[in-house]
């Protein structure tokens, strides 16, 4: 987050990575009890269904912590804050990274953007502005605007080979942001020229027919649309098999 030329840091609590000893232990419990068997009908016994309810448990407790500290966080940024600029980030491709998926995902980015939505919706001083997936954030320099080409997700400081500036590579994304976010409000730059509270940019494809639509049927009698009743076509086929009846006589 920057602030009035302060960047301040919020770390990742963690909660699953902090309860991952007790999930292992319960799990080992749960795997040496007498459990159900769809194949032969087996029923769980009875110590299954405790050590099963036990580690229920430690998943919900980590749960309500990670909603907990997300509710808490994005309040205090919606309070504090005039101007939030969130990037439309691509989570379910970051989660492919078997290195970094479980650290991601225990995160909660995709939740943090939609409560920042409702909430800054709701305050009419606020207005939340966002990155579009494919803006260079981390590859652009904040001090000359020069861009790389390729930046490494390991590579975690950024240095520029047109004014040598040395900065961290996350302090970099956030001063970007904050230039782009000044850019929304004063209506230049790339994001300018926008309303009070810009709409959310869509995910890719989004706006691309994925499926040909289908002809709309004629409208018959009886139902909009052209759908008629079961006792419709009951009726219908009862009266048409008594006019054949009395052609035929």
């Known amino acids: 987050m920057h602030a009035?030329?302060?960047?301040?840091?919020?770390?990742n609590p963690g909660h699953y990575d902090q309860a991952r000893k007790r999930l292992r232990r319960a799990s080992r419990v749960v795997s040496r009890r007498q459990g159900p068997d769809r194949r032969t009908g087996q029923k769980p016994s009875k110590r299954w269904e405790k050590a099963n309810a036990h580690r229920n448990k430690v998943h919900h407790r980590v749960a309500n912590l990670r909603e907990d500290a997300l509710h808490k966080l994005t309040t205090a940024v919606a309070a504090e804050y005039s101007t939030i600029v969130i990037e439309d980030?691509?989570?379910?491709?970051?989660?492919?990274?078997?290195?970094?998926?479980?650290?991601?995902?225990?995160?909660?980015?995709?939740e943090i953007r939609c409560q920042l939505a409702y909430k800054t919706s709701q305050r009419h001083a606020t207005r939340i502005v966002v990155a579009d997936r494919w803006?260079?954030?981390?590859?652009?320099?904040?001090?000359?605007?020069?861009?790389?080409?390729?930046?490494?997700?390991?590579?975690?400081?950024?240095?520029?080979?047109?004014?040598?500036l040395v900065i961290d590579r996350d302090d970099n994304a956030a001063l970007n942001l904050a230039?782009?976010?000044?850019?929304?409000?004063?209506?230049?730059?790339?994001?300018?020229d926008q309303d009070t509270a810009p709409a959310v940019s869509k995910p890719r494809g989004a706006d691309q027919k994925t499926r040909a639509t289908r002809p709309r049927r004629k409208a018959e009698a009886g139902r909009a649309g052209g759908a008629t009743l079961p006792r419709q076509r009951q009726t219908e086929t009862r009266g048409r098999t008594q006019a054949e009846a009395l052609t035929l006589c």
């Open 179 to 192: 230039a782009l976010a000044a850019a929304a409000v004063t209506g230049t730059g790339v994001a300018g």
């Open 4 to 11: 009035g030329g302060e960047i301040r840091t919020v770390t």
């Open 135 to 164: 803006y260079p954030s981390s590859k652009t320099c904040s001090g000359c605007g020069a861009v790389k080409a390729k930046l490494p997700l390991h590579v975690r400081t950024y240095e520029c080979d047109a004014c040598n």
């Open 89 to 110: 980030l691509n989570v379910a491709g970051m989660l492919r990274n078997r290195r970094l998926a479980r650290r991601i995902a225990d995160a909660g980015f995709g």
